[in-house]
């Protein structure tokens, strides 16, 4: 019996950042082929004062640490996404699920556009690749992705796309452009 050498198995990481209520926990659970792990919790009086919750009064849970959900493109193949707690005080997490990542998706809801700033400046203070993905809401006015980028200040080579991520073909969507994004900002220009 010959022995039959297989290449190593490749994982991407990609992580899904935003404000608090963006969708990141249903990006994860919507596109995961796994059983999500979910580190929610239900929000408590210590988030009074702290937390802001203007637009999404309905929400009672929270991540505290992250979300992680797995897909297989092929044998060999995964990719593993892992979903930051949104809130200021559980920001401390991010160092450690951005290490190694190829890429990340901040996802944006135009109602509070500015809770996505600060997902923004630490994917380019670290210069890792990302895209910002606009969830839009059923109840959210709806948004050119040009306005967007132009609300954002950011650079034209940054993808804006819009997406429902409760859609299983839409999250794809977001993670395919992402990948494409980071291929491209990550492999040297040929010359």
């Not at 999500?36 to 999404?56: A, F, K, Q, Y």
């Not at 059923?138 to 132009?150: K, N, Y």
């Amino acid at each position: 019996m010959a022995y039959e050498h297989s290449e190593e198995p490749v994982a991407l990481k990609i992580l899904v950042a935003g404000g608090f209520g963006v969708g990141k926990t249903t990006l994860v659970g919507a596109i995961s082929e796994i059983r999500p792990l979910r580190t929610e919790e239900v929000l408590s009086d210590r988030g009074i004062g702290v937390d802001d919750i203007d637009g999404v009064e309905g929400k009672t849970t929270t991540t505290v640490a992250m979300d992680f959900g797995r897909i297989t493109i092929r044998e060999g193949l995964v990719v593993y996404l892992f979903g930051t707690p949104g809130q200021e005080r559980f920001w401390f997490m991010w160092d450690e699920l951005s290490y190694g990542a190829l890429g990340a998706v901040v996802l944006a809801d135009t109602r509070r556009l500015t809770d996505c700033f600060p997902s923004i400046d630490y994917f380019e203070q670290r210069g890792t690749p990302f895209i910002v993905a606009v969830n839009c809401f059923d109840e959210a006015e709806q948004h050119e992705p040009e306005d967007v980028r132009i609300a954002l200040d950011l650079d034209p080579g940054i993808p804006v796309i819009l997406c429902d991520v409760r859609r299983r073909a839409s999250a794809k969507v977001v993670l395919v452009t992402l990948v494409e994004h980071a291929l491209r900002t990550l492999t040297p220009a040929a010359g």
